[in-house]
C-alpha cells in the first residue's frame, strides 16, 4: 500500500513536472532530486526514463478524467466547462501536461510520441461522443470536436504566454459561439 502511494506521489510531481518544463526534462535524476529519494529508490519503481515517462502520460490522464470527464452524462456543455476550469484552476502549475508534452513529442517517433496522441485523440473523442449523445449525429459531430478542442487548448495556450486570465472568459465565449453552431 505505502508503495502504491509513494509511486501515485512520484507520478504526480513528474506530470508537475512535464507540465512545466516538458515530458523530456523528466528523467530519473531530476525526479528523484525533486522527491528527494536517491536514483536507486526511483528505479525500483520505473526501468527507464521511457517507462518513467509512459507511466506519467498514464497519472496525466487519470487525473485529466478526474477533472474533466467524470461525470460522464451531464450534457457537452457542462463537459467542456470542466474542461476550462481544469486549466483555469491550473491543476498541473504548468497548465495540461498533453499540450506541452504533445508539442515538444509531435515530430518524434515512438511509445511516448504514440501514448499522447492517443491521449489527444481520448480527448477529442470525449467531446465528440458528448456532441453525440446531445445532439445525434448531424451536423458532423467529428468536426465540432475537433474545433472545440482547439477553442480549449488555444484559451489554455494563450493564458500559459500571457498569464492574462481573460483568456478563459474568451476561451468559454468562443466554446458558446461553436456550440450554438453545433
Not at 478524467?65 to 456543455?77: F, I, K, M
Not at 497548465?95 to 499522447?116: K, Q, S
Request: proline residues 2%.
Amino acid at each position: 500500500m505505502r508503495g502504491h502511494r509513494l509511486r501515485g506521489q512520484i507520478l504526480r510531481r513528474a506530470g508537475d513536472l512535464a507540465s512545466i518544463d516538458g515530458l523530456e526534462q523528466v528523467s530519473i535524476a531530476r525526479l528523484a532530486a525533486a522527491m528527494e529519494m536517491s536514483k536507486s529508490g526511483l528505479y525500483a519503481y520505473f526501468t527507464s526514463k521511457q517507462d518513467l515517462q509512459l507511466a506519467t502520460i498514464d497519472a496525466a490522464w487519470a487525473i485529466f478524467a478526474e477533472h474533466v470527464l467524470e461525470p460522464r452524462d451531464d450534457g457537452v456543455e457542462a463537459l467542456l466547462e470542466r474542461w476550462i476550469s481544469y486549466y483555469e484552476r491550473e491543476v498541473f502549475p504548468g497548465g495540461c501536461v498533453f499540450v506541452t508534452a504533445g508539442m515538444e513529442f509531435a515530430n518524434r517517433h515512438g511509445p511516448v510520441h504514440d501514448a499522447l496522441a492517443a491521449a489527444i485523440e481520448r480527448q477529442i473523442a470525449a467531446i465528440e461522443q458528448a456532441l453525440r449523445s446531445e445532439y445525434g449525429d448531424g451536423g458532423d459531430p467529428a468536426q465540432h470536436a475537433f474545433e472545440l478542442h482547439a477553442l480549449l487548448t488555444g484559451a489554455n495556450h494563450r493564458f500559459r504566454i500571457s498569464r492574462d486570465r481573460t483568456a478563459f472568459a474568451q476561451g468559454r465565449a468562443a466554446v458558446a459561439r461553436a456550440l450554438a453552431r453545433a
